[in-house]
């Protein structure tokens, strides 16, 4: 089972008490932005085998939206961070990095 940390209140939750928000660090299509933006937007997911960095919200705990960065072949976790930036961390990133040595960021 997948247990994650919430950063905000320090809790270890299990994602039975969580709720996934899907894809994190999208950017969003304001008004006036061409069709094919919002389609990308609302439908084109990436799906890495991998890193790969989702949102998360503490549904029964405190209720705030969280990001977490994870492996989707191992469901190893790399760490949770707040959801108010506008990408990982950069202790996130080493943390990726030291296990996956590899590993590149995706734009």
């Not at 609302?42 to 799906?47: D, E, L, Q, T, Y």
Request: aromatic fraction near 14%.
């Amino acid at each position: 089972m997948l247990t994650l940390e919430c950063p905000y209140c320090g809790v270890w939750a299990e994602e039975t008490e969580l709720t996934p928000g899907y894809e994190a660090h999208l950017k969003r299509s304001g008004p006036g932005s061409p069709d094919d933006a919002f389609e990308s937007y609302m439908f084109a997911r990436k799906n890495p085998k991998g890193a790969h960095f989702e949102r998360w919200r503490h549904a029964y705990g405190c209720g705030k939206w969280f990001l977490a960065a994870r492996c989707t072949a191992t469901l190893e976790v790399f760490g949770t961070y707040p959801a108010q930036v506008s990408g990982p961390t950069p202790g996130i990133i080493a943390k990726i990095r030291a296990r996956r040595p590899d590993w590149e960021p995706s734009e």
